[in-house]
């Protein structure tokens, strides 16, 4: 069972470029979250999909888009990155629908950006 | 809006020397306070979820509690294997900044 799966683990961007970062669950959630950690500022929340075919904003939402593909796939991109995005950027799911709710979420393993 | 402190930002323990990580919140309408594990080069895990003050769950040597304002995650007697980050959320969307856990043989 591969729960939450990003792709891909490491990427090295130069300033302007676009890339677009990948999430798939298979536990068959229906909320999807986009987070980036940085140091001492703990998970930042950027997107998320309450339910297939819904996004909404975070708190951090400048510079990304999303795309709710179907309801195993949501997916991050940048489409002029800046040094300001390098970061950690985890994916999560949870069961439930809804921006929040009493459910855990489950996390992916994180890509690792670095923009040059 | 939604606020999560947690302190200290780091805790350098002895193996056996119990302590505890603090998490203090403001949040209109509680709707469970969550705490998970994050090791380095991985993704927070889930632990424990709590729901009203006076509630506590326990795991291991873990035990997390919450009151109206503030949880607390004691770690009773640890390991080296229990070193990591331990994260505070509310609501799933507001993370603290985490506290990290370096427990020394």
């Known amino acids: 069972n591969a729960g939450v799966t990003q792709t891909p683990k490491f990427q090295v961007l130069k300033t302007g470029q676009s890339m677009t970062l990948q999430c798939a669950q298979d536990m068959n959630h229906n909320s999807m979250y986009w987070y980036r950690q940085d140091p001492g500022m703990g998970l930042r929340l950027i997107y998320y999909?309450?339910?297939?075919?819904?996004?909404d904003k975070g708190e951090v939402p400048n510079g990304y888009n999303v795309s709710r593909l179907n309801k195993r796939e949501f997916s991050l991109r940048l489409e002029s990155a800046a040094p300001s995005q390098t970061s950690v950027y985890f994916c999560?799911?949870?069961?439930?629908?809804?921006?929040?709710?009493?459910?855990?979420?489950?996390f992916g393993d994180g890509t690792r950006l670095s923009i040059l | 809006e939604d606020q999560v402190t947690q302190s200290p930002e780091a805790l350098r323990l002895q193996e056996g020397e119990s302590s505890s990580l603090n998490c203090s919140y403001t949040?209109?309408?509680?709707?469970?306070l969550f705490w998970y594990r994050q090791d380095p080069g991985k993704g927070p895990e889930f632990l424990f979820t709590l729901y009203s003050a006076g509630e506590e769950k326990e795991k291991e040597r873990l035990k997390a509690t919450l009151t109206k304002k503030e949880s607390f995650l004691h770690i009773t007697a640890p390991k080296p294997e229990d070193s990591a980050t331990y994260l505070c959320?509310?609501?799933?969307?507001?993370f603290g900044a985490g506290t990290t856990v370096t427990v020394r043989a």
């Open positions: 959320a509310v609501r799933k969307l507001s």
């Open positions: 999560a799911s949870r069961v439930g629908q809804g921006a929040g709710g009493n459910q855990p979420q489950h």
């Open positions: 999909s309450a339910s297939e075919g819904t996004t």
């Open positions: 949040v209109s309408g509680l709707r469970g």
